[in-house]
């Protein structure tokens, strides 16, 4: 076993590989953009080394100087993670050029797998099922156009340098090709530098299911599928293993399959066989095809890691030190079944926009796995993938764990940033996905429904209200104030929607909020908050004027500040607001009475001063809330005057 390794890599992928590297007793050391100089990665490492700016060619991309800091503090071996240098053969021989070990395969096995139509045809010889398909030389467009007149449309046209989604067109019809081809190849070129492009057979009704394998050079295993159909726009989202409904014998030839593409190249170490799978009519034998190999620990191996009770980096980091494959292909088994979901800083209703942010709140359910590489007051930063974990979780069924994935989500509370977490969880209730039924295409088909904001129904509005004025934040003994019959408004805006709310104190802990169509009595008792008397499961986090309430999804509020109000004519001027704690020294308004924009209508002493309050535009009193002698909270309303069409009525 290696002393000491080094991470060529950032965020929770560079944590896994710490923690298990820990497990083992093996010194870790970390690599560091100016980005990511407080990050998680480095705080949790023995040692860490800058390498530069924050854009990854500065950074994470430079195999040079990575391989320095490897010689200078005395690690042995190099472990990729995903992404970056991962793939990159030149890079895994620079490392072994300069006699350290690359924890991953060899250089001629990724090459024999980087390209997707070398990869097809390498396949075919070793008698893997490909998809079928043009992956040939020959790159002028109308040859292009052929085929896929030959093998018969839907097409689809891959980047043959492809990842991530990208360089990839579906074609429906003929004449939709020759504009595809040419989006697909810009694409491709700006993305990998290479225009090349293949064409396959859109498989309908499709099924990702993937099969992990483990090499040690020459022989290898396989630990069984996962199945990863939730996708958008080619993107995995949630993944589960094993694969729903999957016969023993489909799973035995797609595990032999995958095992004999990976000793077709020699495999050692952690990797992927990417399948295509027909699931229009359950699974067959005959019906599934090669799409790639990714040549390293795939972001969803987790799911496998928890039902073959396997670390998967504890493998790869025996196997590069020369250790025999820990486990025999009938050592290994199946037990329970685990789902993934992953948890982006993401925009949904904007189209999935990816988003940036401090992560002001975060705290994650404690009967899950949690792979995260972010920590609460960190920053998701624009310079990298904006995910924020990945949330796994095993019980002994489908059902069971599928539930738990479901429930998990609602307890993982994030603030400072919009996520997908609500869209997860619609997605690990939406009935389809429930039964097992999934293809590539479902999460498409109900994109509406899936990816709605979520509006807080007027209990969270209530709560909201509550946690804005900071009613439950009083000390207990705060006295006679809370007793006394007061009456509090505040304004917040939920979904661009602008809430007011009237709150009258009941007593201890004990309030009735106002909202206008209906009422709801909140109390806050034995550290839950109650609603109309039934105790609910809510939590709330504030961070300036930013509001959350976290109940089944996390719905956020604007709290309005009544400083920015009072001057705000756009906003109506419609609350006179306590700008500040403090005591209401005199009101001069009385309900229906006439005032104009300027007019005096409280003062309030605060600070050892007196305040005048002033009306924001001309109208009629509507209510007064407040009388002398009051003490207030900052936000509380004070004197509301009428809606302005009212008023002129
Ligand atoms: P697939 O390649 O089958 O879509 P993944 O979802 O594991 O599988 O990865 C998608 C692509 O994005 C891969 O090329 C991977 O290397 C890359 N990638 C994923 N996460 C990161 C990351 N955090 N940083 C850099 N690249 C990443
Ligand atoms: P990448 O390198 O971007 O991961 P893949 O070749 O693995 O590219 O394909 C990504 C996704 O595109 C697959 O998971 C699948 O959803 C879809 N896909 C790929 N090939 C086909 C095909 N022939 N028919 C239908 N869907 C496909
Ligand atoms: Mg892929």
């Known amino acids: 076993m290696f002393n000491k390794i080094l991470i060529a890599n950032r965020g929770e992928i560079a944590c896994r590989v710490i923690e298990t590297a820990r497990k083992l007793g093996v010194a870790t050391v970390a690599v560091y953009s100016d980005a990511d100089a407080g990050a998680k990665h480095v705080a949790m490492a023995d040692q860490a080394v800058h390498i530069g700016g924050p854009a990854p060619k500065d950074s994470y991309l430079k195999g040079d100087l990575i391989i320095e800091a490897a010689l200078s503090t005395g690690a042995q071996g190099i472990h990729p993670g995903y992404g970056f240098l991962s793939e990159n053969p030149k890079f895994v021989e620079a490392v072994e050029k300069a006699g350290l070990t690359f924890i991953g395969p060899s250089a001629d096995a990724i090459r024999a797998m980087g390209l997707k139509d070398a990869a097809k045809k390498l396949m075919e010889e070793a008698g893997v099922p490909v998809v079928p398909g043009y992956h040939g030389e020959n790159q002028d467009p109308e040859h292009l156009s052929g085929a896929a007149d030959m093998i018969g449309y839907p097409v689809l046209i891959k980047a043959v340098a492809g990842g991530g989604g990208k360089g990839m067109r579906l074609v429906e019809n003929p004449a939709d090709f020759m504009d595809a081809l040419q989006s697909a190849q810009g694409e491709a070129t700006t993305a990998f530098g290479n225009p090349d492009v293949l064409i396959e057979k859109y498989i309908l009704q499709p099924r990702h299911i993937e099969v992990q394998v483990f090499g040690d050079g020459e022989k290898a295993v396989h630990l069984f599928e996962r199945d990863c159909s939730l996708q958008r726009r080619h993107q995995k989202v949630i993944e589960e293993a094993p694969a729903p409904d999957m016969p023993a014998d489909v799973r035995a030839a797609m595990g ?114 949690v792979d995260s590489g972010v920590r609460a007051g960190d920053t998701i930063s624009p310079w990298y993938d904006p995910m924020i974990a990945k949330l796994i979780v095993h019980a002994p069924s489908r059902g069971a764990a599928l539930r738990k994935l479901e429930r998990a989500l609602r307890w993982t509370d994030i603030a400072g940033s919009v996520t997908n977490v609500s869209f997860l969880r619609l997605l690990a209730e939406q009935p389809d996905f429930v039964k097992g039924d999934v293809d590539t295409g479902l999460i498409g088909r109900h994109l509406d429904t899936l990816a709605a904001a979520p509006v807080a129904c007027t209990k969270a509005r209530s709560i909201a209200a509550l946690t804005a004025l900071g009613l439950m934040d009083l000390p207990k003994d705060a006295g006679f104030v809370l007793w006394s019959p007061l009456t509090h ?52 986090a504030r961070h300036g004027q930013d509001l959350t309430v976290f109940w089944g999804n996390a719905y956020s509020f604007e709290v309005i500040d009544p400083l920015d109000r009072a001057g705000d004519d756009a906003a109506g001027g419609n609350v006179i607001l306590a700008p500040m704690p403090g005591l209401v020294k005199s009101i001069f308004a009385k309900p229906g009475q006439t005032v104009a924009a300027g007019d005096r209508l409280a003062i309030l002493e605060a600070m050892k001063m007196e305040h005048s309050l002033l009306a924001a535009r001309d109208g009629v009193v509507a209510e007064v809330l407040a009388s002398a002698g009051d003490q207030v909270q900052e936000g509380a309303a004070l004197i509301v005057l009428a809606e302005e069409e009212d008023a002129a009525a």
């Open 256 to 369: 032999a399959a995958a095992v004999r593409a990976a000793e077709a190249i020699g495999y050692k170490g952690a990797g992927t066989v990417e399948f295509i799978v027909d699931g229009s009519d359950g699974l067959r034998t005959d019906g599934f095809w090669f799409m790639e190999m990714n040549t390293r620990l795939q972001v969803e191996h987790p799911v496998t890691e928890l039902i073959t009770g396997v670390d998967l980096v504890e493998w790869q980091l025996r196997v590069a030190s020369g250790d025999p494959l820990p486990k025999k292909q009938d050592e290994l088994t199946i037990t329970g079944h685990a789902f993934e979901a992953r948890i982006y800083a993401e925009d949904v209703p904007k189209g999935f926009l990816p988003a940036t942010g401090t992560l002001t709140h975060l705290e994650f359910p404690a009967d899950a796995r």
């Open 489 to 540: 408004a505040v304004s917040l805006v939920h979904n661009e929607e602008e809430i007011v709310a009237k709150v009258t104190v009941n007593g201890r802990y004990d309030y009735v909020v106002d909202l206008g169509e209906i009422q709801h009595r909140v109390q806050w008792r034995d550290g839950s908050w109650w609603v109309d008397a039934t105790r609910v499961q809510a939590r709330t």
